[in-house]
């Protein structure tokens, strides 16, 4: 483990989120509503430490790329070193209490979990809902393969890091050069970016609203402007919100392809296929569970439960509603949905619905040889067999996700949290969805948890949004063995 290389990279992803922090700086001066000394301060203490660490290591063997352990280190590093600075003008703003409070939001943030503190959002200064919303649009694709555009300039290679940082069992290299297949994603998120805020504007939302939206939305955040989240906007607001969510929570590879005039790789995956067979029974269901119970006319029925199960699904976690309000079937539903989360290669959260493709297969596999002992049976996915590396890899991560579910729960409950709440949150922060259930739902926030509930929360987010391996191997002893 080369630790100068590891903390030289560290220092690198540094300075960027110090560099984004000018953005909101120059909001907070346009619109002077106080925020801008807090902003400016947590930007010129980013950017020293950032620096410090950049340049303080910046002598490292350049002889050897980079292996996949430094390139997991930088990762978890760089996204708990992200969670830490961005907290600062939080901190410094008073707005959003003291240190724990700030760390949860910029955590929330960054991993796009959109779970909140805050009680009174309107109430906050429009510089720090500005950096709020771009802590989630930097997250959203990661900014660690953001980064990857300037590895070659630093004498590194990057595919270790791609490959710790972008969500699923395997990444799908668009281009022979890392480089190259990070500019192209973000490339691809810039323009459905700059297509839905000139939608949510249209839609009647002032240009900053716009843009927030736009972060939450697109990085499957949830983080609003308002307090009654989109319910404040129209239903042109609410369909648009939607659409988007979809597209968001889908492999982004096939965006890029699809743009490229592959119109056909879309139908060819698997896991397209069954995100949206997942999506469109789901929200079937809570349709007919809510019309008429909550909602008399069908067009409002429909768009809030496509609204809410898209949400959901997407872990987004917008609202329009408060779905615990509503019949426990459509309740279900949507619980269900935070255990599944997005596509591989999405801005969104949970287990995967490739993943559980793979496992859906394995266990009809496992019936099988019940029923046909002496067969040989091969869990395919799309017509092509799942190598056994990949499989042992989906059934690790399973385990670890439910069993790192469990434990936190445990450990939120030890804080003096209600059971149902522990679960609702757990599942909500490691999941990255952002409501849950019991007092931290749609109508609620997360302000009245204790701190070791907040830090705990805080943890699980950062492992559900880098993939739980990417972490826990820190943890592991033959991890700094040579």
């Given at each position: 483990?080369r ?13 960027c989120?110090?560099l984004?922090?000018?953005v909101?700086a120059l ?13 400016l301060?947590?930007m010129?203490?980013?950017l020293?430490?950032?620096l ?27 996204w ?5 600075f ?26 796009t ?10 109430a ?18 990661g900014?660690?393969v ?7 300039y630093l004498g590194?290679g990057?595919?270790q ?19 190259d ?11 459905l970016?700059?297509v839905?805020?000139v ?8 240009p900053?609203?716009?843009?927030c ?11 609003s402007?308002?307090?009654a ?8 607001v ?8 979809l ?5 982004f ?9 592959s ?5 060819r ?25 909550n ?5 409002e029925s ?16 917008f609202a329009?509603?408060?779905y ?11 619980l ?13 959260g949970?287990?995967?619905?490739m993943?559980?493709q ?15 002992p002496r067969?040989?049976?091969q ?11 990949v ?8 385990a670890?996700w439910?069993g ?7 450990v ?10 522990a679960?609702?949150a ?6 990255n ?23 705990t929360l805080?943890?699980?987010m950062?492992l ?5 391996f ?5 943890f592991?002893?033959e991890?700094?063995?040579?």
């Open positions: 483990m630790w100068p290389l590891v903390l030289h990279l560290v220092g690198a992803l540094t300075v989120v110090g984004c922090m000018a909101p909001l907070a001066w346009w619109y002077g509503q106080g925020d801008l000394p807090a902003i301060q947590g010129a203490l980013t020293a430490a950032g410090l660490l950049f340049l303080g290591f910046r002598r490292h063997d350049r002889r050897r790329p980079m292996n996949h352990r430094e390139g997991m280190a930088v990762t978890a590093l760089g708990v070193a992200a969670g830490f961005g907290a600062l003008p939080f901190l410094f703003s008073g707005h959003f209490g003291g240190l724990t409070d700030s760390v949860f939001e910029s955590v929330s943030g960054f991993t979990t959109g779970a909140s503190i805050l009680t009174d959002i309107e906050v200064p429009r510089g720090l809902l500005f950096w709020r919303g771009l802590t989630h649009w930097l997250g959203g694709m900014i660690i953001l980064s990857l555009a300037i590895l070659p590194v990057g595919m890091l791609y490959k710790a940082e972008v969500p699923g069992p395997t990444p799908d290299k668009l281009k022979p050069r890392i480089k297949t990070a500019l192209a994603l973000w490339k691809v998120y810039v323009l970016s700059a839905l805020a939608l949510f504007m249209l839609g009647g939302m002032d900053f609203e716009s843009f939206h736009t972060f939450a939305t697109l990085a499957t955040g949830g983080f402007t308002r307090n989240s989109l319910a404040a906007y129209g239903p042109f609410q369909y648009a919100a939607t659409l988007f969510m597209l968001s929570g889908m492999n590879a096939l965006h890029y392809r699809l743009l490229k005039g119109p056909g790789a879309m139908w995956d698997p896991e397209w296929r069954g995100f949206c067979a997942v999506f469109l029974a789901g929200a079937a269901v809570i349709m007919l569970c809510i019309h008429d119970a909602y008399p006319s069908a067009e429909f768009r809030h439960a496509a609204f809410q199960a898209a949400s959901i699904l997407t872990t987004t976690g329009t509603a408060d615990e309000a509503w019949p426990f079937l459509a309740q279900g539903v949507l269900l949905f935070m255990f599944i989360g997005g596509s591989a290669g999405s801005t969104g949970g287990i995967k619905v993943r559980l793979v496992v859906a297969g394995a266990v009809g596999k496992e019936l099988n040889r019940l029923i046909h067969a040989v049976y869990v395919k996915l799309g017509g092509r067999v799942v190598p056994e590396d499989l042992s890899g989906v059934w690790g991560f399973f670890l439910l790192l579910y469990f434990l936190g729960v445990l939120v409950s030890a804080a003096g949290v209600d059971l149902l709440t679960f609702g757990g599942l909500a922060c490691i999941g969805v952002g409501p849950g259930v019991g007092a931290v739902g749609p109508a609620e926030n997360y302000a009245h948890l204790p701190a070791l509930a907040k830090w805080s943890a699980l950062i559900g949004r880098l993939e739980i990417t972490v826990m191997v820190l592991m002893p991890f700094w063995r040579k």
